[in-house]
């Protein structure tokens, strides 16, 4: 449902440009939850479930965790680059199109590097806790301001939820990964 509203378009409102009192309890929530979701689907990962692989050519979860991170701080990277540009009302017409959630690919197409699941989960709490943060605090005009995806250009305020939705795409992959036969118990 979540990433239904956002590459719709639909998780903020056209009108006010200002994120209402609800709009940022809800960001600030599903950041949380999604960031709960994720730290519980890593914790007691061992060193070789982190690194198995179904398939030679398929990512482990550490390849996973790593893009993850790197994209978690892209994004708030991005985010706030956009929100000291112009506004750019102008875009809400190349909104995403419906389909599968857009990307936020870090821009260097570097991977964070993190040396453990616990490196991860620090490092990851510590980029979303700055996101929430800036998402609690800032003034800025979520709704008029759009940023560029590999999909098509979505409001500041839907990129804050995408954040969310692909936390919660990974804590699926790593849910599929886990449940399979091959998955290491140990």
Do not use: C
Not at 104 to 109: D, E, N, Q, W
Not at 141 to 155: E, L, M, Q, R, Y
């Amino acid at each position: 449902m979540l990433a239904l509203l956002v590459v719709t378009g639909l998780a903020g409102t056209v009108n006010n440009s200002a994120l209402s009192s609800r709009e940022r309890k809800q960001a600030v929530m599903v950041l949380k939850d999604s960031r709960v979701k994720l730290m519980t689907a890593t914790e007691g990962l061992s060193e070789k479930q982190l690194h198995y692989r179904p398939a030679k050519e398929q990512p482990s979860i550490n390849d996973l965790l790593q893009q993850h991170l790197a994209q978690e701080q892209e994004t708030w990277s991005a985010l706030k680059e956009a929100m000291q540009q112009p506004i750019n009302p102008e875009k809400r017409n190349e909104h995403a199109a419906p389909g599968p959630l857009p990307d936020i690919a870090p821009r260097t197409g570097i991977k964070a590097r993190v040396s453990s699941p616990g490196a991860f989960r620090a490092s990851f709490r510590l980029a979303r806790q700055r996101g929430i943060k800036y998402v609690r605090t800032s003034t800025e005009d979520f709704k008029n301001h759009f940023i560029p995806t590999h999909a098509g250009w979505v409001s500041g305020y839907d990129y804050v939820l995408l954040a969310a939705s692909r936390s919660e795409e990974l804590v699926k992959e790593i849910t599929r990964l886990s449940s399979l036969p091959s998955f290491p118990r140990h």
